[in-house]
């Protein structure tokens, strides 16, 4: 399994940006997909999901500003944040929502995560 993450920047908050996630080495279509952060310091929390068949779910603290989506054929779901805020600003990871993928050790596998970065 791969999963590679893009689109974090420097933005300005009120601002927006759209996160892309391409993973590789599974049959995406049939599994759920996430976005996670991690703001310096603190755990890795799930922000959005979207199931297999397109439902969405979101933390509260993102609802109405992100949107989770994912496209099949490309091996891809992303992540569009509008109206950015300051607390927004951590490293952003894709994965399974609440388990993530893992080699045939057992080892979770996460990409490297992008970083977004929202200043006043």
């Known amino acids: 399994v791969q999963l590679v993450e893009s689109g974090g920047r420097l933005v300005q908050a009120g601002g927006s940006l759209r996160l892309s996630c391409v993973v590789s080495?599974?049959?995406?279509?049939?599994?759920?997909m996430g976005w996670y952060r991690q703001a310096p310091g603190k755990e890795r929390d799930l922000v959005a999901s979207?199931?297999?068949?397109?439902?969405?779910n979101y933390v509260d603290s993102v609802k109405g500003r992100f949107t989770i989506s994912r496209d099949n054929a490309k091996n891809a779901v992303f992540l569009q944040m509008n109206d950015l805020k300051i607390e927004d600003t951590a490293v952003y990871y894709c994965?399974?929502?609440?388990?993530?993928?893992?080699?045939?050790?057992?080892?979770?596998?996460w990409g490297e995560g992008t970083l977004v970065t929202v200043s006043s």
């Open positions: 979207i199931s297999s068949s397109g439902t969405t």
């Open positions: 080495g599974v049959m995406f279509s049939t599994n759920d």
């Open positions: 994965n399974r929502p609440w388990v993530a993928f893992r080699t045939v050790g057992g080892t979770p596998v």
